[in-house]
């Protein structure tokens, strides 16, 4: 039906970025109930920067395609999958399997692109978009007047997170460093620079009642000091440990660690909450709901977008055989937004 051939990075095991492989084969055929998607927009999200380190909690064993969501134009349809979807634009969150030109995915795994959205933008919010979505009004259930903080607000989640919280009427701190400051001030965002500011101090004095919720990506020591931030009835929404990203030894730990903290945390009699975000919750009880949760709350994160509300912050857009280098410079810590891979 095309002449095109499949492209796709396997991750072999524990490399550096050049050490990831470009592959080549066929395009695969949609199944019954799959589509397959040409891949437009894919991208480098912190999930792969802890895979290819075997850091990952739930990684596939090596090697794999890694590449946690993707935008693209339906190609085929499978057997008891509606025709008319080839050739519309849908996002999908996959987990792994994104770094290719062609991707085969499940018909209800994806989600309209509404018009006027292109590729890279709505890349950009995918997994990001999600994740903040569903931390602020799922797991926060923030609203107007509120007052939160966000770590890492210049960051691939905290970026959209803020802009997501600032269209609800909710008044943010952000943790950042300097370089980022007069962006964040743009957005609204009260600054503070982790580097070399005491950030538990300092968020007292902007906030002496505490914060009514907490979103903290870097675990260990932080996600103690968040707690104790909260304001009573506040909530902490922990959403992984950035800081233990180059440790050695067990990948588990610090996440068991978190997710003890949070259980004793959440028996303690004060009205706080805590939560261990993690954005596959629930998928293994009802496929259905999670589907349903994930479609609603990308398409409201879609309707920002549209409306302004979210801005797209694409650090850098690189074709999928330069990998390595896209990794590099996501890792490098000196972008802001999200690098993306073009097929």
Do not use: C
Request: hydrophobic share 45%.
């Amino acid at each position: 039906m095309n002449a095109e051939g499949l492209v796709e990075v396997v991750l072999p095991g524990k490399v550096e970025p050049e050490g990831l492989e470009i592959r080549h084969g066929a395009v695969p055929v949609a199944g019954p109930g799959q589509v397959v998607i040409r891949m437009e927009a894919t991208g480098v999200s912190f999930a792969e920067q802890q895979m290819r380190r075997g850091r990952y909690y739930d990684q596939p064993p090596f090697p794999f395609v890694p590449g946690y969501d993707l935008v693209g134009t339906v190609l085929t349809t499978g057997h008891g999958v509606d025709p008319g979807l080839a050739g519309t634009r849908v996002a999908a969150l996959v987990k792994v399997g994104g770094w290719a030109s062609h991707v085969r995915v499940e018909a209800a795994d994806v989600v309209p692109v509404p018009d006027g959205i292109g590729a890279a933008e709505a890349e950009t919010v995918v997994v990001n978009g999600i994740t903040a979505w569903q931390m602020l009004h799922r797991k926060a259930r923030v609203r107007s007047g509120q007052t939160v903080l966000v770590h890492g607000a210049n960051g691939g989640v905290g970026s959209v997170l803020v802009q997501l919280a600032r269209a609800a009427g909710v008044k943010v701190i952000g943790t950042a460093s300097a370089r980022h400051h007069d962006a964040l001030r743009e957005r609204g965002v009260t600054p503070v620079d982790y580097r070399t500011e005491n950030v538990a101090a300092r968020v007292r004095e902007l906030a002496p009642g505490g914060v009514d919720a907490v979103f903290d990506h870097v675990g260990g020591r932080s996600a103690v000091d968040s707690w104790n931030l909260l304001a009573p009835g506040g909530t902490l929404v922990a959403y992984g440990s950035a800081s233990t990203r180059d440790d050695t030894g067990s990948k588990q730990g610090p996440v068991l660690k978190l997710l003890g903290r949070v259980l004793l945390w959440n028996t303690l009699p004060n009205g706080r909450r805590a939560y261990f975000f993690n954005v596959w919750a629930g998928r293994a009880l009802s496929k259905n709901r999670f589907r349903a949760r994930l479609r609603a709350d990308l398409t409201q994160v879609f309707t920002a977008l549209q409306r302004g509300d979210v801005t797209a912050q694409i650090a850098a857009q690189l074709p999928l055989t330069q990998v390595a280098e896209a990794l590099r410079l996501a890792e490098s810590g000196t972008v802001a937004g999200k690098v993306v891979l073009n097929p």
